[in-house]
């Protein structure tokens, strides 16, 4: 059940990737699902794990190392979720189901090679990132998944096989996770640089 990635500097534990819950441009839903695994399986303490949606103000957000990427153009998404483990005495990881780098990735191989730099593009693309406790997020998240029906009520893209992930005090509240307006939503929302500059290297 587990995979074991070793380096000079890190070992890190994880489940497989292929043996993750995994489906299709339902990123936020994906991410909880590992978190759920991670308190379940008590593979390190949840309070070192966060999870975090990126987009903007315009829900144009350039992502590289893709899988759905054409070459090495980024993929422009209007939101995506990866989920960051941050240890505070050896690496810290990303884990992106959508990725083509590891998994789990290193956090400054992810910086560099995913996100790159706000420098060299518009200011209508660069991006913010929403940082939640992942205990949180297991508590507070919700989807009835009417975000992926197009108006007359047929999928946009085939749902997960499981039921609508809900709590006791919604069933639709994932607008409030991809905006990036500081005065709704759970967490602490982060330009690019700050988000760096707090979980990069130190």
Same mark, same amino acid.
């Given at each position: 059940m ?10 890190? *534990? ?23 695994? *991670?308190?379940a ?11 975090? @949606? ?24 209007d939101?995506?979720v ?5 240890n ?26 995913? @996100? ?24 507070? @998240? ?8 197009h ?22 509240n994932?607008?409030? @996770?991809?905006?990036m ?8 929302v982060y330009?690019l ?10």
């Amino acid at each position: 059940m587990y995979e074991e990635c070793i380096s000079s500097e890190y070992t890190a *534990i994880t489940l497989p990737k292929p043996d993750c819950v995994y489906t299709s441009c339902y990123c936020e839903e994906n991410v909880w699902k590992l978190c759920e695994y *991670i308190k379940a399986q008590e593979v390190c303490p949840l309070d070192q794990v966060h999870v975090v @949606f990126i987009s903007n103000e315009n829900k144009t957000i350039p992502i590289w190392k893709q899988k759905s990427s054409r070459g090495s153009e980024p993929v422009i998404w209007d939101y995506h979720v990866i989920l960051l483990h941050v240890n505070p005495q050896a690496q810290s990881f990303v884990y992106d189901l959508d990725t083509t780098l590891p998994f789990p990735c290193p956090s400054d191989m992810y910086l560099r090679e995913a @996100f790159r730099s706000d420098n060299s593009i518009k200011p209508q693309f660069r991006r913010k990132m929403r940082v939640i406790p992942a205990v949180t997020y297991l508590k507070k @998240f919700a989807s009835d998944r009417s975000h992926m029906k197009h108006s007359n009520g047929t999928w946009r893209m085939p749902p997960p096989p499981y039921p609508c992930i809900e709590t006791t005090e919604s069933k639709m509240n994932l607008d409030d @996770f991809i905006s990036m307006d500081t005065s709704v939503g759970l967490g602490k929302v982060y330009k690019l640089p700050e988000f760096v500059q707090h979980f990069g290297a130190k």
